[in-house]
């Protein structure tokens, strides 16, 4: 009797169950799918009504004599923002090895290229209110609508960065404690992906 009372303590004591690690996706994996997941759908309804109101307006678009969309800052913002997957990546197989080092020097180097990401965009928008506003007309809308609520989520994930960064650095992150540098990941590639499509449908789709 005494022994089987021991292996229970030992399967169900405070040790046992804060280090086994759950069968299956966890709720916190699900919940940042089903966030990720209605996020995008939003996008694909700006995205979609950009399309229609292009082809709704006219062969003529940008309208009222817009200039298409330069591309040189657009491609620099793309070759900062979508690489900062790459550290996003190796900072989360380091921490599952229990390397906070490649954690904490992954986070800083996506933090890093995110804020470059903003800050050029900022320069854009300075360039972009000298000729067009959001009230101009249906293009300036949806050029920054799009674009702003991109920036508003690399903003979020940013934080999640520098909240995830903080924690490794008072030992709150471990081997087995990665999930929220994986769902933080999760979110991140998203940004990076909406961006891409957004390159796409905002600076190429007026030149072709």
Same mark, same amino acid.
């Given at each position: ?33 089903? #966030?990720? !997941?209605?996020? $995008? @759908?939003?996008? &694909?309804?700006? %995205? ?8 709704? *307006? +006219? ?57 470059? #990401?903003? !800050?050029?965009? $900022? @320069?854009?928008? &300075?360039?972009? %209110? ?8 249906? *293009? +300036? ?68």
């Amino acid at each position: 009797m005494t022994g089987r009372r021991g292996v229970v303590a030992a399967a169900t004591g405070a040790e046992a169950l804060s280090t086994e690690l759950p069968v299956g996706r966890s709720s916190g994996w699900w919940g940042m799918a089903m #966030f990720v !997941a209605t996020e $995008a @759908t939003l996008f &694909a309804c700006l %995205l979609g009504s950009y399309f229609y109101l292009r082809f709704q *307006y +006219g062969p003529q678009w940008p309208p009222n004599g817009i200039g298409a969309p330069e591309l040189v800052k657009p491609l620099v913002m793309t070759a900062v923002l979508l690489p900062s997957s790459l550290p996003m990546i190796w900072a989360e197989r380091g921490i599952r090895r229990g390397q906070l080092w490649r954690l904490r020097s992954g986070l800083a180097a996506t933090m890093v290229l995110g804020l470059t #990401f903003l !800050a050029l965009q $900022a @320069t854009e928008y &300075a360039e972009k %209110l000298r000729h067009f506003t959001m009230t101009t007309d249906v *293009y +300036g809308s949806l050029f920054y609508l799009i674009t702003g609520f991109h920036g508003l989520h690399v903003l979020v994930g940013l934080t999640m960065i520098g909240w995830l960064l903080a924690t490794s650095q008072g030992g709150g992150l471990g081997a087995h404690h990665h999930e929220r540098v994986r769902n933080g990941a999760i979110y991140w590639h998203f940004v990076d992906a909406v961006w891409a499509a957004i390159l796409f449908t905002i600076y190429l789709s007026p030149r072709l």
